[in-house]
């Protein structure tokens, strides 16, 4: 089993920064894909930014310029760096680890999503 914890949400004025981190743990043979999706209310998930093991990143129109994903391979570790906050970026950030192949049992490649980690940006 593989397990996503977020970290590093919270409450943060207009303007101001945030990281957060999500650690994949268990037994993890490969990661092809990390990432960071959120859910505002009343609407669709979508996606953040996505980077991929080759470090192949992707960003959603609406962070361009604002945030940096980055990884830690070694500790199966996700980063979301965003500047400039607005309200508008207020959700539930989920991380997102895809095409996993774990080690005991042999398995793979499936898809986690971690629980969540509420950013609220104040006006």
């Known amino acids: 089993q593989v397990h996503l914890v977020e970290s590093g949400g919270g409450l943060v004025q207009t303007g101001g920064s945030l990281r957060l981190s999500c650690a994949a743990s268990?037994?993890?043979?490969?990661?092809?894909?990390m990432g960071w999706h959120r859910q505002a209310p009343g609407k669709q998930r979508e996606l953040v930014a996505t980077?991929?093991?080759?470090?192949?990143?992707n960003y959603a129109d609406s962070v361009k310029g604002r945030a940096t994903i980055s990884t830690d391979n070694a500790k199966n570790t996700v980063y979301l760096q965003m500047n400039s906050l607005k309200p508008e970026d207020t959700a539930v950030y989920y991380c997102?680890?895809?095409?996993?192949?774990?080690?005991?049992?042999?398995?793979?490649?499936?898809?986690?999503w971690g629980r969540g980690a509420q950013v609220t940006v104040s006006s």
């Open positions: 980077v991929t093991r080759r470090g192949n990143t």
């Open positions: 268990g037994s993890i043979f490969e990661i092809n894909v």
């Open positions: 997102y680890a895809g095409g996993v192949y774990s080690t005991s049992p042999v398995r793979g490649p499936y898809d986690y």
